[in-house]
């Protein structure tokens, strides 16, 4: 799983997710990708997950680039346990993700295979996706 090899601070405040991403929102390196439609966490499971799933479907081929990465602890407290003594112990890491944020990137393959490793990707994330192409932004 990814996680971040050191941080500043052990736990962090939730946060919020208003507006549109503007930073890491247009293609930079390939020519078909991922784009979040709507804000969310991403987990750390959920990201490998789809890289696997774009991984498998183009028999390793191509290039793939994951353009987010779990840099914020979420903190859980154990089942059944009563209110007061501070706060739970770090239980997963997520990226915070933000509408327009570009996710994935995939290049050197054609344009149906893109789509489809894509597509599957899109089904085990959280949040909901749009599949762009270069050609769409310009």
């Not at 939730?14 to 078909?32: H, P």
């Not at 979420?74 to 509408?99: F, I, L, N």
């Not at 489809?116 to 270069?134: F, G, W």
């Amino acid at each position: 799983m990814l996680q971040p090899k050191r941080t500043k601070y052990r736990k962090f405040h939730r946060g919020r997710m208003k507006g549109i991403r503007t930073k890491g929102s247009s293609m930079v390196y390939g020519e078909f990708g991922l784009k979040a439609e709507g804000p969310g966490w991403v987990s750390a499971r959920e990201i490998e997950a789809a890289r696997r799933a774009i991984t498998g479907y183009v028999k390793r081929g191509g290039q793939l680039w994951v353009r987010l990465f779990p840099d914020k602890a979420v903190s859980a407290r154990p089942a059944e346990t009563r209110m007061g003594g501070g706060k739970g112990a770090v239980d997963r890491w997520v990226a915070v993700v933000r509408r327009g944020r570009m996710l994935y990137e995939i290049a050197d393959v054609s344009e149906e295979d893109a789509r489809e490793a894509l597509r599957r990707a899109s089904h085990k994330l959280s949040i909901p996706t749009r599949i762009v192409s270069r050609s769409d932004e310009f």
